[in-house]
Nanobody, 123 residues
């Protein structure tokens, strides 16, 4: 299983970016897909997750109402739409996946990780 994340870049505060995470080697069914981020000198932080069985979504408190996670099962791709970006959103964002049943908001649940994509928000 491989996860390929892309879509990061430099954006001004208040702007938007969309990250994509393409999954290969396994189809998106009965899965959990999540986005985590890590800023320099800080711990990894849960951002958002989506559960494949019913599409239920979860968000970290700092991104709620600004970020939206979605999945296109036909394309085996998960997206993270980030709006109203703030300088404190600057971090390396990684997508991760697990199959089966687990707690989607903790990184310990995830078995597969993609490489990070850097998001930089300027003030």
């Amino acid at each position: 299983v491989q996860l390929q994340a892309c879509g990061g870049g430099l954006v001004q505060a208040g702007g938007s970016l969309r990250l994509s995470c393409a999954v290969s080697g396994r189809t998106l069914s009965s899965y959990g897909m999540g986005w985590f981020r890590q800023a320099p000198g800080k711990d990894r932080e849960f951002v958002a997750a989506i559960i494949g069985s019913g599409g239920k979504t979860y968000y970290g408190d700092s991104v709620k109402d600004r970020f939206t996670i979605s999945a296109d099962n036909a394309k085996n791709t998960v997206y993270l739409q980030m709006n109203s970006l703030k300088p404190e959103d600057t971090a390396v964002y990684c997508c991760a996946a697990y199959w089966g049943v687990a707690i989607p908001t903790t990184d310990r649940s995830y078995d597969y990780w993609g490489q990070g994509t850097l998001v930089t928000v300027s003030s």
